[in-house]
């Protein structure tokens, strides 16, 4: 079946830093990828909408400025955490739809669990 | 997408049937519906959809009464492995919108 690959799958940072997270559809392409928050114990929270060749759509409440994130072509999307603090720390999920999928179905990347120190 | 409710939580032996409901009163014609398995530290992983009736795969069935407000997810002989949150969906829309995550049922499967 379709992949997505997530990387990194777990990363350290210094309060201050910024944290770079790759998504990538293996097998098919996605003009549309979506970037997951998941807290413990807690369900994935929608952050934004990364579409190829335009701005990401973000949902309300997350920072723009904050959460970077570029579609530069139909398999990769990429979220950069800019400044982060301990608060940040997180499981960020990644999630692509095969272009033109009617259904529910999608699929995601492994997840990358963000520390920040 | 329609709202859906699920128990929070559900306990099981090794080797029992394990069935977990989610209501989704508000269904619309073409919506389908979709269970996710998601283990601790990693992404939710697609195990079954469907449309109505029943459905079966390899890894569970799904059965979908008539009236399309309700489904069950049956999973066969639950091992240890089978400990995870369970996540129903439902939409029809196309590949350009996100799915919306409900809160899931934490199946804990004891020897």
């Known amino acids: 079946g379709a992949v997505v690959s997530q990387h990194p799958s777990r990363v350290i940072c210094k309060s201050g830093t910024s944290v770079k997270i790759e998504c990538r559809s293996l097998?098919?392409?996605?003009?549309?990828m979506f970037w997951y928050r998941q807290f413990p114990k807690q369900s994935l929270m929608l952050m934004a909408t990364?579409?190829?060749?335009?701005?990401?759509?973000?949902e309300q409440g997350v920072e723009k400025d904050k959460f970077l994130i570029n579609h530069a072509s139909l398999t990769l999307s990429t979220l950069t955490v800019t400044s982060a603090h301990p608060e940040d720390s997180s499981f960020y999920i990644c999630?692509?739809?095969?272009?033109?999928?009617?259904?529910?179905?999608?699929?995601f990347g492994q997840g990358t669990r963000l520390t920040v120190v | 997408l329609a709202k859906t409710t699920q128990p929070i939580s559900m306990d099981s032996y090794e080797g029992q049937e394990v069935n977990i409901t989610c209501s989704h009163n508000?269904?619309?014609?073409?919506?389908?519906i979709t269970w996710y398995q998601q283990f601790p530290s990693q992404g939710p992983r697609f195990i079954i959809q469907?449309?109505?009736t029943k459905v079966t795969n390899e890894v569970a069935s799904l059965f979908i009464p008539a009236d399309r407000k309700s489904s069950t997810l049956s999973l066969p002989r639950v091992s240890l492995s089978d400990t995870a949150v369970y996540y129903c969906?439902?939409?029809?829309?196309?590949?350009?919108?996100?799915?919306?995550f409900g809160s899931g049922t934490r199946l804990q499967v004891q020897p």
């Open positions: 999630s692509a739809r095969p272009l033109g999928a009617t259904n529910t179905e999608a699929f």
């Open positions: 097998d098919f392409q996605a003009t549309t």
């Open positions: 990364s579409n190829e060749g335009s701005k990401a759509t973000y």
């Open positions: 508000n269904i619309a014609t073409n919506d389908y």
């Open positions: 469907g449309y109505k």
């Open positions: 969906l439902v939409g029809g829309d196309t590949g350009r919108r996100a799915l919306t």
